[in-house]
């Protein structure tokens, strides 16, 4: 059954909502063939369908939150047919949305949008689910036993992720390897190959619980081993913690996935991850979604920014051999400074860049003269656009406010989410927004990150993001699933109004860096507090001191804003070179840290006028990198004509590549050829050669290349390179290469390469083949020389290269046979 007939079966009865949901989840694939994805996005909007009409019968939802759901439904599905009960409420309440009611129950709507938006044609390429033309298909990566092993994959993703995942397995004791792979990469793959092939533990750092919990499941789910994998977090039961606090002890945790808040406030299990990391048990840390901490500001979450004093702590503990994994999409430079300056590994930082532009977005531009009239078409937008759909304000009032309205338009089912929403109600919207059980979730900048929903169809902006970095990244929580989304950037600009979005975000800005005054007179606080304790050049500073110029009572007020302004501080102050940080500890009644610090610049800090001379320069150069971002996306506000803004975001994030399927400044789109491998710079990575195995050094005695001798002419076939692999495995061979239609049956223990993935490795991450490489050489002459001549890069790098081929076969650019340009023994097969 597709969907459309699992839809009529429950809506005559004949199925029930669970059976009905159940046989959706099947159609639900994670092939990324453009039929395959169309089927997946009907069988999620009818998967929403019947949650909403479930809702409505229990009255967590309205008629209206329903017949705006079944409008997207039809404009997907087309004509379909609905129970009596159904059939009457749309007849009641769905003219103003374009229904038609027919005989026999049957119903259709007509496609309506915004008078105001053009071209028109973005949105009927959303309710067509049309993937562009240009947009190029998923290439996917031939798998290895170690996949297979590990995970319930045949293959990888793509040959982007498979470099990822065996540079992670590589990666030298003690480094530190920031990996950037494009939305729905499968960056979480790195985290669970390297948990599993790892002999010790992998403690995985998330920004939120939900996140958590759906990498905890998504582990679960993939590797074929789920045994002692955790997730700890604050709302589990007594029963929960004491297991995995035992699992750690007794050191059978594989991976462990949690946030810093929860390892700050447990001391426990921080004393326990400390002791994890110096008796070597504690392998790798993995920072996921690492383009946050820098990205979120200084009142959201700057739990994520001290715990890189407790890393720094654990890797010395581990004598510099812990491994350190920040995992993130598209970054600009300014990011990958701060994220290397807290968690990196001096002289040992080194990257996996795979940046990309999201294809899928569709740009909308449309400014309004009032806020009146911002609020009235940002209501008409979430009625006409397509669902499931974010509108992004910039405070928690105004998120209030516009749900307010929506109420008063009939609209129940319309979740906020803020920085203000209590934890508790967070993990019930985020879930449920995972679950389809909202059409529509208002928000500000704290719905940034939490569960990878795949069919987001609009994101709608009714403000001005403080920078264009957060603009970008707000608008990839659509089309993640590879089908079209839309942008809708609506800001409220009036020259003649302070309160215009523009201004607004500028003060978010000024909000975002402390004045120099401000923070000589933090320091000094601290530094002078009673609660402060100092021992020649090293101090425990308690961050819930409020500074002098604070009154009790605005003291008290400040609260937790006040300590994130006191570790925005140390951590500037740690960033520009005045202090170094040593440790750090949760007081739970103070509900902040006590952070010690080595003073690097004593004359400095201990003189006011000296310390706010000296903090002038530095202090600039911050706020000139926030306000960087911020003329980027005013000007754009300005002039949203002037330039395509694939180009604008292609500035922002330089090593990507420009792209862009529809603009104001460009209506008809511009998608730039990328790369077939889409690494921008080469990891610059150098490894040793492995110690060739026992066997190996029997063959290839003291030389690195040999020769495999082939038998037979003609073209390679299956089982021949099915045998050579079986030998490869044999010789514990690190890389294994042949041509694509010859390695889907292939069963290696090595890092399986076809030619054109050969010839790219071999030029920009020769490390991969340290533990040596078994080539099949076929196809022309001219073929075999580029094969050969690839190979003896390596050769050169002192890896061992096995070359199975005839010896007789030419060499076009020696002009010799290959057993004269081989240094090294020739062997027959039986005998490798």
């Not at 562009?132 to 998923?138: G, H, M, N, Q, Y």
């Not at 995972?434 to 529509?440: G, L, S, T, V």
């Not at 569960?451 to 987001?456: A, E, I, R, T």
Request: net charge neutral; proline share 4%.
């Amino acid at each position: 059954m597709d969907s459309k007939e699992i839809l009529r079966q429950y809506m005559m009865g004949a199925i029930q909502s669970g059976s009905a949901i159940a046989e959706l989840n099947k159609l639900i694939s994670t092939s990324s063939a453009p039929n395959a994805l169309k089927e997946s996005a009907k069988a999620r909007y009818v998967i929403g369908f019947i949650k909403r009409y479930r809702q409505y019968l229990s009255g967590n939802a309205s008629s209206m939150d329903i017949c705006l759901n079944v409008r997207d439904l039809s404009l997907i599905l087309g004509r379909i047919k609905v129970n009596d009960r159904l059939y009457k409420i749309i007849k009641e309440t769905g003219n103003e949305m374009g229904f038609r009611t027919e005989n026999d129950n049957q119903i259709s709507c007509d496609l309506r949008t915004p008078s105001w938006l053009s071209p028109s044609s973005y949105i009927q390429d959303v309710y067509a689910l049309k993937q562009d033309e240009s947009i190029e298909p998923e290439r996917t990566s031939v798998g290895d036993n170690l996949l297979k092993k590990h995970t319930i994959f045949s293959q990888y993703k793509s040959f982007e992720q498979k470099l990822a995942v065996h540079t992670a397995l590589n990666l030298p004791d003690g480094y530190t390897l920031l990996v950037s792979q494009p939305t729905g990469g499968g960056k979480s793959l790195v985290t669970q190959m390297l948990s599993s092939a790892s002999d010790g533990m992998t403690l995985v750092i998330v920004p939120t619980v939900a996140l958590a919990l759906d990498q905890y499941h998504a582990a679960q789910n993939n590797l074929n081993d789920s045994a002692e994998i955790y997730c700890y977090r604050g709302d589990q039961t007594s029963e929960n913690r004491v297991a995995i606090i035992k699992a750690i002890k007794e050191k059978k945790t594989r991976i462990l996935f949690t946030s810093p808040e929860a390892i700050f406030k447990n001391s426990e299990l921080y004393k326990l991850l400390e002791s994890s990391a110096q008796s070597g048990f504690l392998k790798n840390v993995v920072i996921d979604e690492a383009h946050v901490v820098p990205d979120w500001g200084v009142f959201f979450r700057p739990d994520f920014q001290i715990f890189s004093i407790a890393l720094r702590k654990w890797r010395n503990a581990s004598n510099c051999t812990l491994k350190t994994i920040l995992l993130s999409a598209t970054l600009s430079d300014d990011v990958v400074e701060t994220l290397f300056k807290l968690f990196g590994s001096e002289g040992k930082n080194k990257q996996v860049r795979c940046d990309a532009l999201r294809q899928e977005p569709r740009f909308y531009f449309q400014s309004t003269k009032s806020k009146a009239e911002q609020d009235k078409k940002t209501i008409e937008a979430i009625k006409l656009l397509p669902k499931p759909m974010v509108v992004y304000v910039l405070e928690p009032r105004e998120a209030v406010d516009l749900q307010k309205k929506l109420k008063n338009e009939g609209f129940l089912n319309t979740p906020v989410f803020t920085g203000e929403t209590k934890e508790k109600d967070r993990d019930t919207i985020l879930s449920g927004w995972k679950n389809q059980e909202y059409d529509i979730v208002l928000a500000t900048s704290a719905f940034g990150i939490g569960v990878d929903k795949p069919d987001v169809r609009t994101i709608i902006h009714a403000c001005c993001p403080e920078n264009l970095s957060r603009f970008y990244q707000e608008v990839g929580r659509g089309g993640r699933d590879r089908l079209p989304s839309i942008s809708l950037f609506m800001p409220y600009q009036n020259r003649y109004d302070g309160e215009g979005d523009v201004r607004r975000a500028l003060g978010l800005v000024n909000k975002r860096v402390l004045t120099v005054e401000r923070a000589v007179i933090r320091w000094n606080s601290m530094l002078h507090s009673p609660s402060a304790m100092i021992d020649a050049d090293e101090c425990v500073l308690d961050t819930s001191t409020p500074p002098t110029s604070m009154t009790d009572e605005e003291a008290e007020y400040a609260g937790n804003r006040n300590v994130a302004w006191n570790i925005n501080l140390l951590l500037f102050l740690y960033r520009t070179g005045f202090i170094d940080l040593l440790d750090a500890n949760y007081i739970q009644e103070k509900k902040a840290y006590s952070v010690k610090v080595k003073l690097l610049r004593i004359d400095d800090l201990s003189d006011a006028e000296r310390l706010a001379i000296c903090l002038k320069e530095p202090r600039e150069i911050e706020y000139q990198m926030q306000m960087a971002g911020y003329r980027i996306i005013s000007e754009l506000v300005a002039s949203p004509n002037s330039r395509c803004w694939g180009r604008i975001f292609k500035h922002l994030y330089p090593l990507s590549r420009e792209v862009c399927n529809g603009c104001p400044a460009d209506p008809e789109g511009r998608i730039t050829t990328d790369d077939v491998f889409k690494l921008r710079t080469n990891p610059d990575i150098q490894l040793i050669p492995t110690k060739a195995s026992r066997k190996l050094s029997r063959n290839i005695g003291s030389f690195n290349e040999m020769i495999v001798r082939r038998e037979n002419s003609g073209p390679c076939v299956e089982a021949e390179v099915i045998a050579l692999a079986e030998k490869s495995n044999a010789n514990e061979i690190g890389v294994f290469v042949a041509p694509q239609e010859l390695l889907p049956n292939v069963s290696s223990d090595a890092m399986v390469m076809n030619y054109e993935e050969f010839y790219f490795a071999s030029s920009h991450c020769p490390y991969l083949f340290a533990n040596g490489m078994v080539c099949v050489l076929d196809g022309d002459n001219f073929s075999k020389s580029t094969l050969f001549k690839n190979a003896k890069k390596l050769q050169a790098l002192g890896y061992k290269c096995v070359l199975y081929s005839n010896e007789n076969a030419l060499v076009m650019s020696n002009g010799k046979a290959l057993r004269e340009c081989v240094d090294g023994y020739t062997i027959p097969l039986s005998k490798f």
